[in-house]
């Protein structure tokens, strides 16, 4: 029968044994879950009972429901959902290749949780706001003369480079606001990875990964950004199993 | 989730947050996943957060089928 597998986990990083947990937890479509264990190394599967596994999004969130309840007792490294093998012997001999690459991983997450930040804004409101305060600060726009005789094509080009002016402005306001998070950040000696300007909406995309017991002073710092963009919007996910900050290709 | 007023609580976000973790992040299995894109109410067409995940499903799909033949 196939084996679904829901994470890799540092067995021995806690005083109870992963079987005590998962007694009293259920995995995806109610199955029961098991330990591969390897030295220090578990893996946390369950059967599937269907031929073919289907994803749908019940099955997703079981799957990450599992993961998630694990992650309040183990340091553990979250598989991709829809991993599986063929059975629990292949479960223990890929455990045994991958033995090294796998502690190594878990000793990088080691009480760490991720968490997920996403900086959100009207960016066309943002854009005038801009604009107008670098119109007032150093009439760094260039204004059609009114009543000159301008082409059609000079309107045009002072169009556009109004425009690329404004681009310009919010993307240095982006990384002004980058700035400020990646100091907070820093203080908390968080490692992080971002994304700007993901789409229409959102500014900042950023995820970062620190000590489990630091949940308050993350919860503050969004406080303290937010407090000083009112114009923004700061959204705060989390606590994750270390989802973002594994690179890990079992062969 | 964080019981805190700063963290978003809203139910949409958080599943379309965990989808997109569960779906794209992760360790990889190389070769041997298994997997078929059943229900598409899992996919948000509308949700660019999601746009990632229909790639992602897409490719896992296409893989599962080359792995069969």
């Known amino acids: 029968m196939d084996k679904l597998i829901y994470c890799l986990l540092l067995a021995k990083s806690n005083h109870a044994k992963p079987e005590t947990t998962l007694n009293s937890l259920k995995g995806v479509k109610e199955a029961g879950l098991v330990a591969v264990e390897y030295h220090n190394i578990s893996a946390i599967i369950s059967d599937v009972t269907e031929k073919q596994f289907i994803a749908n999004k019940q099955h997703a969130v079981e799957f990450a429901l599992v993961i998630d309840q694990l992650a309040q007792n183990y340091t553990l490294l979250p598989m991709r959902f829809g991993s599986m093998m063929d059975s629990a012997d292949s479960v223990m001999e890929m455990l045994e290749r991958n033995e090294v690459e796998i502690e190594d991983s878990l000793k990088k997450v080691k009480n760490k949780w991720e968490y997920g930040l996403k900086v959100l804004c009207d960016r066309e409101k943002l854009k005038e706001e801009l604009t107008a305060k670098k119109d007032n600060d150093t009439l760094n726009f260039v204004k059609p003369e009114i009543g000159s005789n301008n082409s059609v094509y000079k309107a045009y080009v002072l169009k556009k480079l109004n425009e690329h002016r404004a681009e310009e402005q919010i993307l240095s306001f982006v990384d002004s606001i980058l700035v400020e998070i990646k100091i907070y950040l820093q203080e908390l000696k968080a490692v992080d990875k971002y994304k700007k300007m993901t789409n229409e909406t959102t500014i900042i995309d950023a995820v970062f990964l620190l000590d489990k017991k630091k949940k308050k002073e993350v919860i503050n710092m969004v406080k303290d950004l937010q407090q000083k963009h009112l114009q923004l919007n700061f959204l705060l996910t989390g606590p994750w199993p270390p989802y973002n900050f594994v690179e890990l290709n079992l062969k | ?69």
Not at chain 2, 47 to 52: E, H, I, P
């Open chain 2, 1 to 69: 989730m964080i019981n805190d007023s700063v963290i978003d609580r809203s139910k949409d976000i958080t599943i379309l947050e965990l989808l997109d973790r569960v779906l794209n992040k992760g360790v990889i299995l190389t070769g041997d996943i298994v997997i078929s894109v059943a229900d598409i109410d899992l996919i948000y067409l509308g949700v660019k957060l999601m746009l990632s995940s229909v790639e992602t499903m897409e490719q896992l799909k296409s893989r599962r089928q080359r792995i069969e033949k």
